[in-house]
């Protein structure tokens, strides 16, 4: 009796075992599932607002990027690749832009060879992101196209703001027709930053208009300013061409020396984004003529100033160029207060 008793016993003893066992067992499959199962609700969250909605967009220079910040507003993720003090003529995408160009929805660029070795990533890029070159949309009647560059057109359009006010409605129309929702946002935000660029071309002619017209000579490091000079009346000289990648040599300085020399203009100026030593060379080139040059500041050409700064944005930097050059050519300081 005892014998079936603890045979028994045993038996129900390794059945309670096994019994615990599975317990066990069970409670620890439920909880790894319910982890997995909150870290796959998780991974499905719908992205945050900050990345959900907003159309990716990445420009080149610095003046385009002001245009879709306007223009796009909150609709839009602006990334701008060029910062202040970058020289478009040579910049060369790094691995970062790459991964940054192909990651955008669209892309804005200049254009007219202005962002000369980018040419072969935009081209490989343009069958994948939408890209838009905004110099390139503006009417061929209204660009320069100097002998030199052989049918070419000038892409330093920004300086002359009626026409930089085109390629803000070119912007406008693609992100309308990429984001029709958002439409009415788009038209208003433009409406809104082209009167401010009205405005600005206002206050740049009558800046100009200061300085008596013989005097209206603007020499800079690099032909830049071509634009500015046509429509607000400047003769304009270069030390370089059109485009940085070639080197001044001693004969450029010197013909632009016996220029200044001869004219006796009062100052010449440097640019961000082109390196100041041609342009002290010229200086110094004038001196051994007899005649003193001055350097009459910094203007903003290529590339806005430093984020945050007014001339961080195109109308601060237009309005500091022009403040600097009329304070340089008379000898007056300018009103400083907003237009
Ligand atoms: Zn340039």
């Known amino acids: 009796m005892f014998k079936i008793y603890l ?11 096994v019994l615990t066992l599975l317990i066990y067992v ?14 796959g609700c998780d991974s499905k969250k719908p992205p945050s607002t900050s990345e959900a909605g907003k159309i990716r967009i990445v420009c080149t220079i610095g003046m385009i990027t002001d245009i879709v910040k306007n223009v796009g507003g909150d609709q839009v993720e602006v990334v701008g690749m060029m910062g202040p003090g970058v020289d478009p003529h040579l910049y060369k995408p790094a691995a ?10 669209i892309i804005f660029y200049n254009g007219l060879h202005l962002e000369a070795k980018m040419a072969e990533v935009l081209a490989d890029i343009s069958g994948d992101v939408k890209t838009v070159a905004v110099a390139e949309g503006v009417d061929r009647t209204l660009l320069l196209s100097p002998p030199e560059l052989e049918g070419q057109s000038d892409p330093h359009l920004w300086f002359d703001v009626t026409l930089w006010m085109k390629a803000v ?8 027709k990429l984001d ?28 100009a208009e200061r300085i008596p017209p013989e005097q209206r000579v603007l020499v800079t490091a690099h032909d830049a300013f071509n634009y500015f000079g046509k429509a607000y009346g400047f003769e304009v000289r270069g030390l370089q061409g059109i485009n940085t990648a070639t080197e001044a040599g001693i004969a450029d300085v ?29 200086k110094a080139a004038v001196q051994s003529k007899g005649f003193n040059v001055q350097i009459g500041g910094e203007l903003f050409s290529d590339a806005m100033g430093n984020e945050g700064t007014p001339e961080g944005t195109y109308i601060g930097m237009v309005r500091h160029n022009v403040r600097t050059i009329v304070q340089a050519l008379t000898g007056e300081t300018t009103s400083t207060e907003e237009n």
Not at 97 to 104: G, M
């Open 7 to 17: 045979s028994l016993s045993k038996t129900l003893t390794r059945y309670l075992n």
């Open 254 to 282: 010197q013909k632009l020396a016996t220029f200044i020399a001869e004219r006796r203009i009062p100052a010449i100026f440097v640019e961000s984004s082109v390196s100041s030593r041609s342009l002290e060379a010229v």
């Open 180 to 207: 029709p929702d958002s439409e009415t946002v788009y038209r208003k935000n433009t409406e809104h930053y082209l009167a401010k660029l009205s405005k600005l071309h206002q206050y740049v002619k009558t800046q």
């Open 26 to 39: 069970m409670c620890v499959s439920l909880f790894t599932i319910s982890i997995l199962a909150n870290i």
């Open 96 to 105: 970062k832009d790459i991964q940054r160009l192909k990651s955008a929805h």
């Open 169 to 176: 409605e070119i912007v406008r129309d693609t992100l309308s």
